[in-house]
């Protein structure tokens, strides 16, 4: 079935230690997301590609990077950088900009 | 800026029950869309209908139905005969039209169906 698969579904993160989650779509869509969620709040939007080799900065970008090589996948590394990285991390990818998007199970990572 | 407000965060009902989820929003663009979300204990958020801002007409989805007031900036949810699998974080969000355009996201609201 096409879907979004995100993994690892927990993760957990060391003082100082980058990790890197994984989103894979297999939608052929175009356009992909990062969300962070944090408990009682909306989504925030974390860094989007519209298209390969292209991604831009959303509202809480710093902390984080991301890469864009194929148009399959678009993982998330959170660096060192980010102070407070313990959150729910939702992937999402749409056709378009403005159409719908479609999220994955999402990721929760912790800090040990 | 654009700003959704989800007024209520928690709502508990009995099965069978109707509940009205609201949605206000601000924007100073003419044309936007309004999106609503479910997100069920499992994580994922499921999409559930997105509206255009020339369409003021209301939306009937099986025991769903959204009323979108373009006069009062508001795009209600109403669960008719609700069940206990309606149980479930729901999202409305809102993204102006045109390039970069990004969804921007209230806060929630927490639905308990209780049997």
């Known amino acids: 079935d096409g879907g979004i698969t995100q993994s690892p579904k927990y993760l957990f993160r060391k003082e100082g230690q980058n990790v890197t989650l994984s989103c894979e779509q297999n939608?052929?869509?175009?356009?992909m997301y990062w969300y962070r969620q944090d408990p009682g709040q909306g989504l925030r939007l974390i860094y989007y590609s519209q298209i390969v080799n292209d991604f831009q900065k959303g509202d809480i970008a710093e902390g984080y990077s991301v890469s864009r090589e194929k148009k399959e996948s678009f993982p998330l590394t959170v660096t060192s950088a980010q102070k407070n990285p313990t959150a729910f991390y939702l992937c999402?990818?749409?056709?378009?900009?403005?159409?719908?998007?479609?999220f994955g199970d999402g990721t929760r990572l912790s800090i040990l | 800026a654009q700003k959704v407000t989800q007024a209520q965060t928690e709502i508990s009902v009995v099965e069978k029950e109707d509940v009205t989820l609201d949605c206000v929003y601000e924007?100073?663009?003419?044309?936007?869309?309004l999106f609503w979300y479910k997100q069920p204990p499992s994580g994922e958020l499921v999409f559930l209908i997105r509206?255009?801002?020339?369409?003021?007409q209301n939306e009937i989805s099986g025991r769903y139905s959204w009323n979108f007031q373009k006069s009062t900036s508001s795009f209600n949810f109403t669960i008719t005969a609700s069940q206990v699998v309606d149980s479930a974080v729901y999202f409305c969000?809102?993204?102006?039209?045109?390039?970069?355009?990004?969804?921007?996201f209230g806060k929630g609201i927490t639905l308990s169906v209780r049997p």
């Open positions: 969000a809102l993204m102006r039209t045109g390039a970069n355009s990004k969804l921007t």
């Open positions: 939608l052929n869509h175009d356009a």
């Open positions: 924007t100073r663009d003419t044309t936007y869309y």
């Open positions: 999402a990818s749409s056709t378009q900009f403005n159409q719908p998007q479609h």
């Open positions: 509206r255009n801002s020339f369409d003021e």
